[in-house]
T-cell receptor
């Protein structure tokens, strides 16, 4: 079965510092995709970054980077130079390639609080 | 605004009543998903449409739930005889046919069943 595990229910980071949010995954598929989404208190899920299983380089999008370690089955999100607006829930998700629907399997999320 | 929209944003209902939610995906997206998110959890998949065809339903989708996507455009999710356990955020997402494209989510409908 495919599964996403986020072991950090909550994290604090000082403004302008970097923070790493952990994500491990389990799948028997050789081709898969991993996503990170941000969910502010308003509720909308905002796409941050994507990593494909065959991508040789770690994905980067502005202040977001994904530390992809395939052998360890981890896909940690790194946020550099944290801002107060980064305070939100963060979800790691895996695209289910087995069913053909490409639905997402989400982790339980990490609540990040950026301190001034 | 060309994003995914959902209506209503909030719905409070009494147990036993029927409710219907609407999702308008991004116009060129043929894939549409419904997810349910309870407090403190990540979203869980409910059902998937490719154009107007409903191709997958989760076991979470009991027979009180029904979803449609007539003409492959907007979608509706109806819950009959609501129960307190149905209280959750219902999220709609859409994406293009390409496998590697991300899903775009709407703002969600928060349902409270009293």
């Amino acid at each position: 079965a495919q599964k996403i595990t986020q072991t950090q229910p909550g994290m604090f980071v000082q403004e302008k510092e970097a923070v790493t949010l952990d994500c491990t995954y389990d799948t028997s598929d050789q081709s898969y995709g991993l996503f990170w989404y941000k969910q502010p208190s308003s509720g909308e899920m905002i796409f941050l970054i994507y990593q494909g299983s065959y991508d040789e380089q770690n994905a980067t999008e502005g202040r977001y980077s994904l530390n992809f370690q395939k052998a360890r089955k981890s896909a940690n999100l790194v946020i550099s130079a944290s801002q107060l607006g980064d305070s939100a829930m963060y979800f790691c998700a895996m695209r289910d390639s087995l069913s053909g629907t490409y639905k997402y399997i989400f982790g339980t999320g990490t609540r990040l609080k950026v301190l001034a | 605004d060309t994003g995914v929209s959902q209506n209503p944003r909030h719905k409070i209902t009494k147990r036993g009543q029927n409710v219907t939610f609407r999702c308008d995906p991004i116009s060129e997206h043929n894939r549409l998903y419904w997810y349910r998110q309870t407090l403190g959890q990540g979203p869980e998949f409910l059902t998937y449409f490719q154009n107007e065809a409903q191709l997958e339903k989760s076991r979470l989708l009991s027979d009180r739930f029904s979803a449609e996507r007539p003409k492959g455009s907007f979608s509706t999710l109806e819950i009959q005889r609501t129960e307190q356990g149905d209280s959750a955020m219902y999220l709609c997402a859409s994406s293009t046919p390409r496998e590697y494209n991300e899903q775009f989510f709407g703002p969600g409908t928060r349902l409270t069943v009293l």
